[in-house]
């Protein structure tokens, strides 16, 4: 993987971060994207773990968000 795809994945990365801020824009799910796409570009054993660990925490954070009441 290149320095340009890296810097995209950043890119991607740092606007989900902001996504997560904004509402209405799927910030958790933007930084899993960027983390899929690096370790479908870059497959080696740290990258897919990155993405397990990235994937179990994107999922307990849903599961924890469907078990808080509504505002």
Known sequence: ??????????????????????P??????????????????DPNGLAWGVLVGATLVLLAAQAVRWQLPPR
Not at 1 to 22: F, R, S
Not at 33 to 40: G, S
């Open 24 to 41: 209405g824009v799927p910030g958790a799910w933007l930084v899993w994207a960027a983390v899929l796409w690096w370790t479908l570009q």
């Open 1 to 22: 993987m290149g320095a340009w795809e890296l810097l995209l994945v950043g890119v991607v990365m740092l606007l989900g971060l902001c996504g997560v801020l904004v």
